[in-house]
């Protein structure tokens, strides 16, 4: 059964870089799929970021393409997210997911996400 | 593409149907269209996928149909446990879309 866990700090101050690890078990990333991050600001929907693969290929949301990288670790069977210059709105849950296969696909499974503040 | 979910928030008591709506701005190409159902605190769940595929451990009570720009999740027999917000996500493109998401309320 494969699961998903982020993992980061909570709170980030503004004008930082948000950095989250999505850690996987169950399934060796180096094996294939695409790996997906997708946000959710409180109380509003969900917005996809971008979506890598383990060969390094990754897929960025356009407009938040000046402050996203996406990378991933095999060997510690990893993947992970930062995103510069954060502001309020980038306030958010942000999960991990897998893609069904290539990166036009749905997602499943999701990590249980992780709630990133961007506060002073 | 954009993706247009009604009603935003539909009460129904149990036993009932619901029909939820998602419109696409655009055709959905390949019939690249998921649901998901999210309860209060916890990640989304997939349901639905290539509109009308139901996932592992789905019932049966969940359907989906629609092509091109229409399509629709439909709940029979609900129950108090169906009470959540549905959101369709479009993957035949970047950027994936996901409609703002319906509120289905059971009691």
């Known amino acids: 059964q494969v699961q998903l866990q982020e993992s980061g700090p909570g709170l980030v101050k503004p004008s930082e870089t948000l950095s989250l690890t999505c850690t996987v078990s169950?399934?060796?990333?180096?094996?294939?799929?695409?790996w997906g991050w997708i946000r959710q600001p409180p109380g509003k929907g969900l917005e996809w970021i971008g979506s890598?693969?383990?060969?390094?290929?990754?897929f960025y949301k356009s407009s938040l393409k000046s402050r996203v990288t996406m990378s991933v670790d095999t060997s510690q069977n990893q993947f992970s997210l930062e995103l510069t210059s954060v502001t309020a709105a980038d306030t958010a849950v942000y999960y991990c997911?897998?893609?069904?296969?290539?990166?036009?696909?749905?997602?499943?499974?999701w990590g249980q996400g992780i709630l990133v503040t961007a506060s002073s | 593409n954009v993706l247009t979910q009604s009603p935003g928030t539909l009460s129904l008591s149990p036993g009932e149907r619901a029909t939820l709506s998602c419109r696409a701005s655009?055709?959905?190409?390949?019939?690249?269209l998921a649901w998901y159902q999210q309860k209060p605190g916890q990640a989304p769940r997939l349901l639905i996928y290539?509109?009308?595929g139901r996932a592992t451990g789905i019932p049966d009570r969940f359907s989906g149909t629609g092509s091109g720009t229409d399509f629709t999740l439909t709940i029979s027999r609900l129950e108090p446990e169906d009470s959540a917000v549905y959101y369709c996500?479009?993957?035949?493109?970047?950027?994936?879309?996901f409609g703002q998401g319906t509120r289905l309320e059971v009691k």
């Open positions: 997911a897998r893609h069904s296969s290539g990166y036009l696909a749905w997602f499943d499974p």
């Open positions: 169950g399934y060796s990333i180096g094996s294939g799929y695409y």
């Open positions: 890598l693969y383990h060969s390094g290929t990754t």
């Open positions: 655009q055709s959905v190409i390949s019939s690249y």
């Open positions: 290539g509109v009308s």
């Open positions: 996500q479009e993957y035949g493109s970047t950027p994936i879309t």
